[in-house]
């Protein structure tokens, strides 16, 4: 199985501060035919995880254009330029280039 | 868009089996694949496996194999998850998640059903 491995376990971060959370893998997630099957998802407080990020790179609608992902090969990184309030949560990668499906261990952002 | 809406907690027994379901609407069930991930108290998400729901075909994580059942009434758009012989550590919110292809991304996901077993 492909191992995710996220850092930090947790970050505290004052609002208007950026954020960093790194996500590497144990094997390629670089498919043969081109893409990078990387994700990214966000679990607020209470609720069921949604996506942010497919493809590495790629925001979905409605995601502020203050998340980034970036990343190749096995080293991945999810950042948010100027975290707000609404940014607390686990964040997760994933990857779908191999079964079993898996995710990292999470990455839990609070505010200060 | 899309909207999946799951059926409520469940507590069942060690050994026991338990049902879980998974209605879609707002689109078309049979052009997506349909996953389930579970996520234990304050732990985080494991995918447990998909189905197809045009064919029936599945797939699951080794974990489960032997213990998991996921099937689907099309008439309905409805995919279900079957776990038997429950032991205490299958206590989880299990959800269901959609996605293109059986490899690509989950977007949406349901609102989750906790399972907790327990004697």
């Known amino acids: 199985d492909i191992v995710m491995t996220q850092t930090p376990l947790s970050l505290s971060v004052t609002p208007g501060q950026p954020a960093s959370i790194s996500c590497k893998s144990s094997?390629?997630?670089?498919?043969?035919?081109?893409?990078?099957?990387l994700y990214w998802y966000l679990q607020r407080p209470g609720q069921s995880p949604h996506l942010l990020m497919y493809e590495v790179s790629n925001r979905v609608s409605g995601v502020p254009d203050r998340f980034s992902g970036s990343g190749s090969g096995t080293d991945f990184t999810l950042k948010i330029s100027r975290v707000e309030a609404e940014d607390v949560g686990v964040y997760y990668c994933m990857q779908s280039i191999q079964l079993p499906l898996t995710f990292g261990g999470g990455t839990k952002v609070e505010i200060k | 868009q899309g909207q999946l809406v799951q059926s409520g907690a469940e507590v069942k027994k060690p050994g026991a089996s338990v049902k879980v379901s998974c209605k879609a609407s707002?689109?078309?069930?049979?052009?997506?694949?349909m996953h389930w991930v579970r996520q234990a108290p304050g732990q985080g998400l494991e995918w447990v496996g998909w189905i197809n729901p045009k064919t029936g075909d599945t797939n699951y994580a080794q974990k489960f194999q032997g213990r998991i059942t996921m099937t689907r009434d099309t008439s309905i758009n409805t995919a279900y998850m079957e776990l038997t012989s429950l032991i205490s550590d299958d206590t989880a919110v299990y959800y269901c998640?959609?996605?293109?292809?059986?490899?690509?991304?989950?977007?949406?996901w349901g609102q989750g059903t906790l399972v907790t077993v327990s004697s």
């Open positions: 998640a959609r996605s293109i292809f059986g490899w690509s991304w989950f977007d949406p």
């Open positions: 094997q390629s997630l670089l498919h043969s035919g081109g893409k990078t099957y």
């Open positions: 707002g689109f078309t069930f049979t052009t997506y694949y």
